[in-house]
């Protein structure tokens, strides 16, 4: 239950590769900037592109009053995003509608978005009808808008895969490659439903969207033929794909070649002279495996300062992997450098690592920044832990059980927390789920279910979970035991419908991670 020590953190985090996939409907609002555009709403759509958002505001907001749809537009975006006006989603919505209702698209789309990101059921279904009613038009972005919000459940009680696929399909038909590449990622298991796994679909989607002349699905399909699953790989196409994509200057085919020579052919020399190519041209993940060759000595010389200096490039370039690393390196040695260490996690942390946002709230909270700042440390930890990543979660539900650095103690966050980072596997959370479960801490006392989280704490190798194991289970009786078996094997199947299950049940929407107390 105790925090991990900022060297054990970084060592463990620096050798740990995310691997989680997410669908997320579009949230950066620089996508949606009103364009400049001939008409009367011109010179206020320049105003605003060029930040003089009050005067835009003020061109605007007669053009609108008069029905003009751009200028609606414009209305909207500013109340939404409080550009020039004051933030308002009721007047942003309000303009939206009546830009929406004149026909300009983006307006519906921007519409349905605040829609859905509603709690109320009606705002979601008013969302769903302007979709569905723009797909008429658009089937394109429409479709893919509506595939992802079935998805991720905010227009049924739960994610839908079926329809999902439905409105994706729709707008693959369309011509839609994006619509393409997220059934391809659905259908290799990447959004879960791994029932709905389907290697051959993904192949042939990701090659009609490579057909249509997308340079990322040309090395995602290349990448796949070569490394793939064996009853796929074809290296002789793998490679043609791959070769399309670097003439098409995606650059990552350089990436993809070097995944095969390291992993499939084991040809280490071989690997980083494709890693090379594609440093050489830019690549922040070939800089950064070439680094890991030099400093390594993985076929060639062994040479640190090499190593180090392809880091610093890609650090420079924005890489939050490269500061991320720099920092393990000043900071997992024995002297550290903790000036030079900080800084590589405060660019990583912001970054949005979540990795690195763990370490910089550990790091705030350990006191050796000459004093411990416990308020960044709970911020960093909750933007990791809101980020999905199980540690941080893990981290913080231990500062709401013992009520530390500043936290006020909340057993409900804490058990909360513990689920969270338990159902992804996180063996120290899932053993702190089950001592608050049969301690009755939070919760009711239930030593069964107790007993089948340890026992998968046990199996996850977690700390001192065999002496939890053996104290439950001298307590039960055969009945007992039998049922606490049971939900073992329903915890690792997914069948379990409890939020204290040790195993993500991939239809079920995440849970909100706790704010930090006042």
Same mark, same amino acid.
């Given at each position: 239950?105790?925090?991990?020590?900022?060297?054990?953190?970084? $060592?463990?985090?620096?050798?740990?590769?995310?691997?989680?996939?997410?669908?997320?409907?579009?949230?950066?609002?620089?996508?949606?900037?009103?364009?400049?555009?001939?008409?009367?709403?011109?010179?206020?759509?320049? &105003?605003?592109?060029?930040?003089?958002?009050?005067?835009?505001?003020?061109?605007?907001?007669?053009?609108?009053?008069?029905?003009?749809?751009?200028?609606?537009?414009?209305?909207?975006?500013?109340?939404?995003?409080?550009?020039?006006?004051?933030?308002?989603?009721?007047?942003?919505?309000?303009?939206?509608?009546? &830009?929406?209702?004149?026909?300009?698209?983006?307006a519906?789309y921007?519409?349905?978005?605040?829609?859905?990101?509603s709690?109320?059921?009606?705002?979601?279904?008013?969302?769903?009808?302007?979709?569905?009613?723009?797909?008429?038009?658009?089937?394109?972005?429409?479709?893919?808008?509506?595939?992802e919000?079935?998805?991720?459940g905010?227009?049924?009680?739960?994610?839908?895969?079926?329809?999902?696929?439905?409105?994706?399909?729709?707008?693959?038909?369309?011509?839609?490659?994006?619509?393409?590449?997220?059934?391809?990622?659905?259908?290799?298991?990447?959004?879960?439903?791994?029932?709905?796994?389907?290697?051959k679909?993904? $192949?042939?989607?990701?090659?009609?969207?490579?057909?249509?002349?997308?340079?990322?699905?040309?090395?995602?399909?290349?990448?796949?033929?070569?490394?793939?699953?064996?009853?796929?790989r074809?290296?002789?196409?793998?490679?043609?794909?791959?070769k399309?994509?670097?003439? &098409?200057?995606?650059?990552?085919?350089?990436?993809?070649?070097?995944?095969?020579?390291?992993?499939?052919?084991?040809?280490?020399?071989?690997?980083?002279?494709?890693?090379?190519?594609?440093?050489?041209?830019?690549?922040?993940?070939?800089?950064?495996?070439?680094?890991?060759?030099?400093?390594?000595?993985?076929? #060639?010389e062994?040479?640190?300062?090499?190593?180090?200096?392809?880091?610093?490039?890609?650090?420079?370039?924005?890489?939050?992997?490269?500061?991320?690393?720099?920092?393990?390196?000043? $900071?997992?040695?024995?002297?550290?450098?903790? $000036?030079?260490?900080?800084?590589?996690?405060?660019?990583a942390?912001?970054?949005?690592?979540?990795?690195?946002?763990? /370490?910089?709230?550990l790091?705030?909270?350990?006191?050796?920044?000459?004093?411990?700042?416990?308020?960044?440390?709970?911020?960093?930890?909750?933007r990791?832990?809101?980020?999905?990543?199980?540690?941080?979660?893990?981290?913080?539900?231990?500062?709401? /059980?013992?009520?530390a650095?500043?936290?006020?103690?909340?057993?409900?966050?804490?058990?909360?927390?513990?689920?969270?980072?338990?159902?992804?596997?996180?063996?120290?959370?899932?053993?702190?789920?089950?001592?608050? #479960?049969?301690?009755?801490?939070?919760?009711?006392?239930?030593?069964?279910?107790?007993?089948?989280?340890?026992?998968?704490?046990?199996?996850?190798?977690?700390?001192?979970?065999?002496?939890?194991?053996?104290?439950?289970?001298?307590?039960?009786?055969?009945?007992?035991?039998?049922?606490?078996?049971?939900?073992?094997?329903?915890?690792?199947?997914?069948?379990?419908?409890?939020?204290?299950?040790?195993?993500?049940?991939?239809?079920?929407?995440?849970?909100?991670?706790?704010?930090? &107390?006042k």
């Amino acid at each position: 239950m105790r925090l991990r020590s900022i060297t054990q953190l970084l $060592l463990f985090s620096a050798l740990t590769a995310s691997v989680h996939a997410a669908v997320s409907l579009p949230s950066d609002s620089s996508a949606a900037v009103p364009a400049v555009v001939d008409g009367p709403a011109k010179e206020a759509m320049k &105003a605003f592109q060029d930040g003089r958002h009050a005067k835009a505001v003020e061109l605007a907001k007669p053009l609108a009053d008069q029905g003009n749809a751009e200028a609606l537009y414009l209305m909207g975006f500013a109340h939404e995003t409080g550009r020039g006006v004051e933030a308002s989603k009721e007047k942003a919505l309000e303009y939206y509608r009546k &830009a929406a209702a004149a026909k300009h698209k983006d307006a519906a789309y921007r519409l349905s978005f605040i829609l859905l990101a509603s709690e109320k059921e009606e705002e979601r279904d008013q969302a769903r009808e302007a979709l569905e009613t723009a797909a008429k038009d658009d089937p394109a972005v429409a479709g893919r808008i509506l595939g992802e919000a079935y998805l991720r459940g905010r227009l049924t009680p739960a994610p839908d895969p079926d329809k999902a696929i439905f409105w994706w399909k729709r707008a693959a038909d369309a011509g839609d490659v994006p619509s393409m590449l997220l059934m391809a990622r659905f259908y290799e298991g990447q959004f879960g439903f791994p029932e709905l796994k389907d290697t051959k679909e993904a $192949l042939a989607t990701y090659a009609k969207a490579a057909g249509l002349g997308d340079a990322g699905a040309m090395a995602a399909l290349g990448s796949r033929l070569l490394s793939g699953d064996e009853k796929i790989r074809d290296e002789k196409k793998g490679r043609e794909w791959l070769k399309k994509a670097v003439e &098409a200057k995606e650059y990552s085919a350089y990436l993809a070649l070097g995944d095969y020579e390291e992993n499939v052919k084991k040809d280490l020399k071989a690997a980083l002279a494709e890693y090379e190519r594609g440093k050489d041209a830019g690549q922040i993940d070939c800089i950064l495996r070439t680094a890991d060759f030099y400093l390594e000595g993985k076929g #060639v010389e062994k040479d640190s300062a090499r190593g180090l200096a392809l880091l610093e490039k890609a650090a420079e370039a924005g890489s939050a992997a490269a500061n991320f690393r720099l920092a393990v390196q000043a $900071l997992s040695v024995e002297k550290p450098d903790l $000036l030079v260490g900080y800084k590589h996690l405060v660019a990583a942390a912001n970054g949005n690592l979540v990795e690195a946002q763990n /370490e910089l709230g550990l790091l705030y909270l350990s006191g050796k920044l000459a004093v411990a700042d416990s308020a960044a440390g709970v911020a960093w930890l909750t933007r990791a832990a809101q980020g999905g990543y199980a540690q941080a979660q893990n981290n913080l539900a231990t500062l709401y /059980e013992r009520g530390a650095a500043g936290v006020t103690q909340n057993m409900e966050n804490a058990g909360q927390l513990y689920a969270l980072a338990a159902n992804q596997g996180h063996g120290g959370a899932t053993l702190a789920l089950a001592r608050l #479960v049969y301690q009755g801490i939070g919760t009711k006392s239930d030593p069964v279910k107790a007993w089948a989280l340890a026992t998968l704490a046990q199996e996850r190798k977690a700390e001192d979970a065999d002496k939890l194991v053996t104290e439950i289970t001298d307590k039960l009786d055969d009945k007992q035991k039998t049922e606490a078996k049971k939900q073992l094997e329903d915890m690792k199947s997914g069948k379990t419908d409890d939020k204290s299950a040790a195993k993500p049940d991939p239809k079920a929407a995440p849970a909100p991670v706790p704010k930090k &107390a006042k």
